[in-house]
């Protein structure tokens, strides 16, 4: 006997991302899932991301690592509230938990919530967290052949920061082949040239940012 | 290792539906489109050891890959989107739409004849 089911698989994190799609949308919050691989520069571009606008928008961090809350603090010490998800193995965040990271950030006040995903370029793209634009980070050290190598990650994300554009004179990284590469993948992706040690290009990050923040709802202060 | 959570919700689903019809799950079909990276060989070996000691055991798994359809923005061709490969692949053009992505479905449980 067979039947037919046509159900989908991961229904749970779907459920649960979709709660917090509708969290994010009755808030007024803006949520950017942030993906790269370890050691890109998520964490200090986050951290000067609050540092340099944490004046105009409110902003909390959920920090997904696989152990330790360092990167909790290092956010925290730039001066917004961040929450810590231990992963305990887990290559990649759930759509749940972010749900029960919310509440600890106090996201229901915050103008905009960063999901700083496990260190990885592959698994955390399969699973919607509920956030309303993806953000992948590649820095120049790690080569200019992640696109091509990691196409699921890139042709889903909205916006690719390229950090460590201080090192541009250092290393061997092409970057007409990533950007060329990557738009063949998602056409009206935003790329953004930055250095999150230098400062340089992160204004145009911010700008977006700052754009797609204001164009929510104002929160009733 | 996210095949081990997808092995994990399809052997609750199917759990389920053998409950339902009381009968003994002996195969599976499920369908995957491009861009969530599933790994046959990972997804087969997950189900197979998270199966263990439920009714899936010794259940097979088939999993189809349904292709990402593309469309040509300079010539027209209709082609099945490689991402590996991305661009048409008639003109070689990088200007293309892309179709909406397959979602992961648990298409159909064959269960033994009782």
Redo the contacts between chains.
């Keep these: ?13 779907e459920e649960c991302a979709l709660q917090n799609k509708a969290f994010f949308a009755d808030n007024n919050t803006f949520c950017v899932n942030v993906i790269s691989s370890p050691g890109s520069g998520k964490t200090t571009i986050l951290s000067r991301t609050v540092g340099d606008l944490k004046d105009r928008l409110r902003i909390g961090v959920v920090e997904g690592d696989i152990r330790t809350d360092t990167d909790a603090k290092k956010i925290r010490s730039a001066g917004a509230a961040a929450v810590q998800i231990e992963t305990k193995g ?3 965040l ?1 759509a749940e938990q972010v749900t029960g990271a919310l509440g600890a950030i106090g996201a229901a006040d915050l103008d905009i919530v960063f999901i700083e995903n496990v260190g990885n370029l ?2 955390p ?3 919607d967290l509920g956030e309303q634009a993806r953000t992948v980070v590649l820095s120049l050290p790690e080569g200019d052949d992640k696109p ?1 190598k990691y ?2 990650t890139f ?2 994300a909205d916006v690719l920061l390229i950090n460590k554009m201080d090192l541009v004179d250092f290393v061997d990284f092409d970057l007409d082949r990533v950007i ?2 990557v ?3 998602k ?1 009206d992706i935003q790329i953004f040239q930055v250095s999150a040690k230098t400062g340089e290009g992160l204004q145009a990050w911010y700008d977006w940012l700052t754009k797609k923040a204001d164009a929510k709802q104002p929160k009733d202060d | 290792m996210h095949e081990t959570m997808i092995a994990q919700s399809i052997v609750e689903a199917i759990s389920k539906a053998a409950a339902k019809y009381d009968a003994k799950p002996i195969a599976a079909r499920i369908s995957c489109g491009q861009l969530n990276p599933i790994n046959d060989e990972v997804l087969n070996f997950a189900f197979e050891i998270v199966a263990q000691d439920s009714v899936c055991q010794g259940a097979k798994l088939q999993i189809v890959h349904i292709p990402l359809k593309g469309k040509c923005k300079n010539c027209g061709d209709a082609f099945d989107f490689d991402i590996y490969s991305p661009g048409c692949p008639a003109c070689k053009s990088n200007e293309f739409s892309i179709e909406p992505d397959a979602p992961l479905l648990l298409e159909e449980i064959e269960f033994e004849d009782k």
């Design positions: 006997m067979k039947i037919s089911l046509k159900k989908k698989i991961l229904d749970k994190n887990t290559c990649h759930s592959v698994c793209s399969a699973f091509i196409p699921g042709a889903k060329n590469h738009r063949t993948l056409p």
